[in-house]
């Protein structure tokens, strides 16, 4: 089993990676970014790819949401959710005082801009693709690297070269972020009756009420949605799809007849995958669809239609 996950070493993605069963002995491969990690999946360079999708505090990570609903098909397999804090580094010397240029992933410079605000406010935020890098481009000066980063604090523990010169510098003590690892489409993870299910809806276009018929189908279900938020799909302004997660299993009877339901609204519905919930928490399933009540209600029907 070869895993890729968007790298270098260091990353948040990469302590999720090392919650999977298996992976610390696994091979695993850095990508220098999320698509780079798909495409690794896709093309069968890796088996599997861990890839962060949402933080409570920034929101959906897009590049992700927008690799997975488009292009050739991949499955989620598994999440993780993983606390996330940070620490401010630089090369021995520099003084937070004399910080112009932070390097860091964007989702973590939007969970650190009010410490960046009140501790370094003259500092600008310098893109990297993801927190490792952004640290260890400072020990690259033909990187042109930044003054500082900011990054886990696992890169300094693991860079004594780098000097740590503020620790917790999140501005949301609770901050976690979702981890996804995607393969190849294949066996369905098994349901545990604490599973999720991801798909990707594109909106009909011209149509009104749309987006309602598409909740609908997961409403007249008793289906609690965990995550919808919407996308543009790149073909002009004004097309949208809906990234949804819901509680649920495809092998659950109120899911399949709800992605039943969406593929007659939308039949470029795509299916994300089928896997165990991070939390382990099981939904309330109300007595009328539950399994039992579909089999018996398509038994009901099936029994007219046979005379
Ligand atoms: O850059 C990283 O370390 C990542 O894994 C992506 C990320 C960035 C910020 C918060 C959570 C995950």
Same mark, same amino acid.
């Given at each position: 089993?070869?895993?890729?996950?968007?790298?270098?070493?260091?990353?948040?993605?990469?302590?999720?990676?090392?919650?999977?069963?298996? *992976?610390? =002995? @696994?091979?695993?491969?850095? &990508? $220098?970014?999320?698509? +780079?990690?798909?495409? #690794?999946?896709? !093309?069968?360079?890796?088996?599997?790819?861990?890839?962060?999708?949402?933080?409570?505090?920034?929101?959906?990570?897009?590049?992700?949401?927008?690799?997975?609903?488009?292009?050739?098909?991949?499955?989620?397999?598994?999440?993780?959710?993983?606390?996330?804090?940070?620490?401010?580094?630089?090369?021995?010397?520099?003084?937070?005082?004399?910080?112009?240029?932070?390097?860091?992933?964007?989702?973590?410079?939007?969970?650190?801009?009010?410490?960046?605000?009140?501790? *370094?406010? =003259? @500092?600008?935020?310098?893109? &990297? $693709?993801?927190?490792? +890098?952004?640290?260890? #481009?400072?020990? !690259?000066?033909?990187?042109?690297?930044?003054?500082?980063?900011?990054?886990?604090?696992?890169?300094?523990?693991?860079?004594?070269?780098?000097?740590?010169?503020?620790?917790?510098?999140?501005?949301?003590?609770?901050?976690?972020?979702?981890?996804?690892?995607?393969?190849?489409?294949?066996?369905?993870?098994?349901?545990?009756?604490?599973?999720?299910?991801?798909?990707?809806?594109?909106?009909?276009?011209?149509?009104?009420?749309?987006?309602?018929?598409?909740?609908?189908?997961?409403? @007249?279900?008793?289906?609690?949605? $965990?995550?919808?938020?919407?996308?543009?799909?790149?073909?002009?302004?004004?097309?949208?799809?809906?990234?949804?997660?819901?509680?649920?299993?495809?092998?659950?009877?109120?899911?399949?007849?709800?992605?039943?339901?969406?593929?007659?609204?939308?039949?470029?519905?795509?299916?994300?995958?089928?896997?165990?919930?991070?939390?382990?928490?099981?939904?309330?399933?109300?007595?009328?669809?539950?399994?039992?009540?579909?089999?018996?209600?398509?038994?009901?029907?099936?029994?007219?239609?046979?005379?």
């Amino acid at each position: 089993m070869t895993y890729t996950f968007l790298g270098p070493e260091g990353t948040f993605t990469e302590a999720a990676l090392l919650k999977v069963p298996g *992976a610390r =002995d @696994a091979a695993r491969v850095p &990508a $220098s970014n999320v698509n +780079a990690a798909m495409d #690794a999946v896709r !093309d069968g360079t890796a088996d599997a790819a861990m890839v962060p999708i949402e933080n409570s505090v920034e929101g959906g990570v897009t590049a992700t949401l927008d690799a997975i609903a488009t292009g050739p098909d991949l499955r989620i397999v598994r999440e993780e959710v993983v606390p996330i804090t940070f620490v401010l580094v630089a090369r021995p010397g520099t003084r937070i005082t004399d910080i112009r240029r932070i390097s860091t992933h964007g989702h973590a410079w939007a969970q650190c801009r009010g410490w960046a605000a009140a501790h *370094a406010p =003259d @500092a600008v935020h310098l893109a &990297a $693709s993801s927190t490792a +890098a952004g640290a260890l #481009a400072l020990l !690259d000066p033909a990187s042109r690297p930044g003054d500082a980063a900011i990054c886990a604090p696992i890169v300094a523990e693991e860079h004594p070269e780098l000097e740590v010169l503020a620790t917790d510098i999140g501005d949301n003590p609770g901050a976690v972020t979702r981890f996804i690892l995607v393969a190849r489409p294949g066996a369905l993870p098994p349901r545990t009756g604490a599973d999720k299910t991801s798909v990707a809806v594109p909106l009909p276009e011209d149509r009104a009420g749309a987006l309602m018929e598409i909740l609908e189908q997961f409403a @007249a279900r008793g289906v609690n949605l $965990s995550r919808i938020e919407s996308r543009p799909t790149g073909r002009y302004l004004g097309h949208y799809f809906f990234s949804i997660d819901v509680d649920g299993h495809i092998q659950d009877a109120r899911i399949a007849d709800a992605l039943r339901g969406l593929h007659r609204i939308s039949p470029h519905t795509r299916f994300l995958g089928s896997y165990p919930r991070a939390d382990g928490a099981r939904p309330v399933v109300k007595d009328h669809v539950t399994d039992e009540a579909f089999a018996s209600a398509r038994e009901w029907v099936e029994g007219i239609l046979g005379g």
